[in-house]
């Protein structure tokens, strides 16, 4: 190492060293009365000015416009912030878990409230309340950053990302709200540390990513408004065109273990872009299976759970409306390496087959990117992807998910929200009857991998 690479070196290492510090001594814990009428003792008063910044850790971010509403009466649920369009509030937090608090409506009017957090992860759906209700919701989301540290909070090493990656909402310790669907109406917002939630880490790829752009979306940003608040929290860490190596070689799995406590769990989906390798010993019961076999004893080494998920199959359907197999032996793999290692398998690949094959070639199709030119700002071309989903296709296959959770009687099927009905792969809800406000950013750049 010549002697300018070393001062670099060292100038990185304190620039991360200092970063560290700010952050262990961050404030996480907040309470914030949203609209201009009085403040609530105790809280911080946001209002449609209050835009965010580094230097206070919290405010309204990408271009959110506002209208302050105050109707009086009750300091806290007397006055609200709403919009016309979706907007956003970000506040600075260390990794880890957080429950957040909502109180969501108008005492003299309706409200309508969806949210999502980070890159579109749906928290809480289309949240009605009634004419002069305010409503109190709750959900528990996972921050994180790309810092890899040990167990005395020294950085030892950091995530590779993608340049891709640089526009998420997330590895930035922001958590950052999307407030969105045709009223919404915020009165206040409520975050605390939880350190107790078990934490379900996704390792995955393009099928699985918090999407950070309509139209696209995958099965984990959908997943977590399944589970119950405060007891489960959701973190994905899946990136686009990951194959198990390479999200090993990029220190994801580095990243997921050193915060991982006894009773997580590790949902490990990969195969895309596995089954694309090429070279001396490569293959689903090779190079794969090996993967497979190294995530699993990691995991449990660090006290977790591993479950395996074999790869939803690509929309390809033979003459008789049947679906073609297009992953080779890549599910078999996974099947078999679960009965081996004696790990749970979600076997989404024979789910995906009955979902596809019930919805057949024609309706399918509202399940995956297909969109005629000029339906997008921007999006000159038509899009027409089989491999990638809508938030529609997302949605249903997280339920498929959630469904086997139930069939197996996992642990983790007590945490399943009581009022999420049964699913059935054969017989999905009609796209008809699914609703999804679409968020501000468009992209027509398809994700890496297919």
């Not at 940003?221 to 686009?240: D, H, R, T």
């Not at 019930?358 to 700002?377: C, D, L, M, Q, R």
Request: with cysteine; proline share 6%.
């Amino acid at each position: 190492m010549v002697g300018s690479e070393i001062i670099i070196f060292r100038a990185s290492a304190f620039v991360t060293m200092f970063a560290f510090q700010v952050l262990q001594a961050q404030q996480t814990s907040f309470k914030f009365d949203f609209g201009a009428g009085k403040t609530a003792p105790g809280y911080i008063q946001v209002t449609p000015e209050t835009k965010f910044s580094y230097q206070t850790g919290y405010g309204f971010d990408r271009g959110s416009e506002l209208e302050s509403i105050d109707r009086g009466g009750n300091t806290l649920t007397g006055d609200f912030i709403t919009s016309k369009k979706p907007f956003y509030f970000s506040v600075k937090l260390p990794d880890g878990n957080y429950d957040v608090k909502l109180l969501l409506g108008d005492t003299k009017g309706t409200s309508a409230t969806t949210v999502r957090t980070e890159c579109r992860r749906l928290m809480l759906e289309n949240i009605r309340t009634a004419n002069g209700k305010v409503v109190t919701q709750t959900f528990t989301v996972h921050v994180k950053d790309s810092l890899v540290r040990d167990a005395a909070g020294t950085v030892i090493s950091r995530v590779r990302l993608k340049p891709r990656e640089s526009e998420y909402l997330h590895w930035d310790n922001l958590l950052t709200i999307e407030f969105n669907d045709s009223l919404p109406k915020v009165c206040a917002v409520e975050i605390i540390p939880n350190k107790t939630a078990t934490t379900i880490f996704l390792a995955g790829n393009s099928t699985v990513v918090d999407q950070s752009r309509e139209p696209w979306a995958a099965w984990g940003q959908m997943i977590p408004c399944f589970f119950i608040a405060g007891k489960v929290a959701v973190a994905n860490y899946a990136e686009s065109g990951e194959a198990l190596n390479s999200f090993l070689s990029a220190r994801r799995l580095q990243k997921i273990l050193s915060i991982m406590k006894p009773g997580d769990y590790l949902f490990i989906e990969f195969g895309h872009n596995d089954q694309k390798q090429k070279g001396e010993g490569v293959g689903p019961f090779t190079s794969y299976k090996k993967n497979l076999q190294l995530y699993i004893r990691e995991v449990k080494d660090k006290g977790g759970i591993p479950v395996l998920v074999t790869s939803m199959h690509r929309r390809n359907f033979d003459s008789t409306g049947h679906i073609n197999n297009t992953l080779g032996d890549y599910p078999d793999a996974v099947r078999q390496t679960g009965k081996e290692e004696n790990v749970a398998v979600i076997d989404l690949n024979a789910m995906s087959k009955t979902l596809y094959e019930s919805w057949g070639p024609e309706k399918s199709i509202k399940a995956f990117v297909h969109y005629p030119a000029n339906t997008f700002p921007g999006q000159k071309e038509e899009l027409k992807d089989n491999t990638h989903f809508s938030p529609y296709g997302a949605y249903e296959l997280a339920a498929c998910i959630v469904s086997s959770i139930r069939k197996q009687n996992s642990p983790l099927s007590k945490f399943i929200r009581k009022d999420v009905p049964l699913y059935d792969p054969a017989k999905p809800p009609p796209f008809e009857e699914f609703y999804w406000p679409q968020s501000s950013f468009m992209g027509s750049v398809k994700p890496d991998g297919n």
